[in-house]
Each structure stands twice: as structure tokens, then as C-alpha cells.
């Protein structure tokens, strides 16, 4: 069975800083034809930051796609300079929490929502935390408090609906198996 949709036009309805939205006329594989609008995104990257005193960084925002607070794993967009996700992770975490990780590991990349988006996150995990002496910035329009949680701290956080975005959703779960394995 053939599953492609051959692309007949594209139409860009909206530029912006970070996604780009457009309208795609597809042909189906049955001779029909549709429209499927679809958000652009340039990738982004997350951290599962883990302390020595088995704890994980958040970051607690206001998201204002979904109203209310949210409690998240450091992440950020992929720059254009960035070589890969490792290096937009290691970006994130300083900027969001003024950590910088001595171990670095990937763990897994996904699409978020392919759906309607091209959106790719790579999560990365970081170990041997320390405080950086000069961190980077925070980006100029976040508003966010860090967050150092035990994992019950953060599974109530989850249980509460603050934690709820698919990343850190992914990291509790990935914490948990983690524990899991080392209680064997």
C-alpha cells in the first residue's frame, strides 16, 4: 500500500521567530486531493539534568498556550550556528538554570507532534552539575524560577498537572525506569 503525499503547493501564510505556518494542497495516494497546514520548526533540545544527590532541574514558566504554570525540563530552540543538539542542550541548561554538566549522554529525539508539525526534539542527559562562574543570560522574554526536585517532588508535580508538557513527561517516565533498574 502507498502511504506518500505528493506535495502541489505550498503557501506560506506566516513567517515568525519561531515557527513558520503553511498550507500544503496534497495529492493522496487514492487520486484525491487536501490540505494539511503544517507548522515549520527549526528543532529544539532538551536537558535531563540529574544532581548527585539523585535530583532533577526544572524550571517552573507561565506557558501562555495552555494558561497556567508549567513545570518543565530545561529546553530551548536550536540556533542556526548550533552544530547539533548537543550544543543547543548544553546552551538551555546554562541559560535556564546556570548549570553547566561535566557528562553528557543522548537518551532519545523524537517528533513532538507530526501531526501538524516538523518539530524534532533531541533530549540529552547531563550529570556532574555545577554552578557555571559567569552563566549565560536568560533570554530576555522568560520568566522562570529553577527548580531542584527529588522524584517524588517532581511525580507530585506531574500528579498536580503542572508537569505535563510531553519532554518532561518523557523524563520522569525515563527517571522512573532508571530508579527502577537500580533498585535490581
Known sequence: MEFEEKTLSSEVIYDGKVTKYVIEEVLLPNGQHSK?????????????????????????????????ISVEIPAGLKDEED??????????????TGYQGEQWNFVTSFYSTPGF????????????????????????DETIELMTLTFEEAWTEYEKGTLRDSKSVFALFYWKMTRLQNFK
Do not use: S, W
Not at 118 to 139: H, S, T, V
Open 36 to 68: 494539511r497546514e503544517i507548522v515549520r520548526h527549526d528543532g529544539a533540545a532538551a536537558v535531563i539534568a540529574l544532581t548527585e544527590d539523585d535530583k532533577m532541574l526544572f524550571v517552573k514558566q507561565y506557558r501562555k498556550a495552555i494558561e497556567q
Open 83 to 96: 552544530e547539533d543538539g548537543l550544543v543547543t542542550a548544553k546552551r538551555e541548561l546554562e541559560e535556564e
Open 117 to 140: 508539525t516538523d518539530e524534532f526534539l533531541e533530549i540529552y542527559e547531563a550529570r556532574g552539575l555545577k554552578l557555571a562562574e559567569n552563566p549565560l543570560p536568560k533570554d530576555e
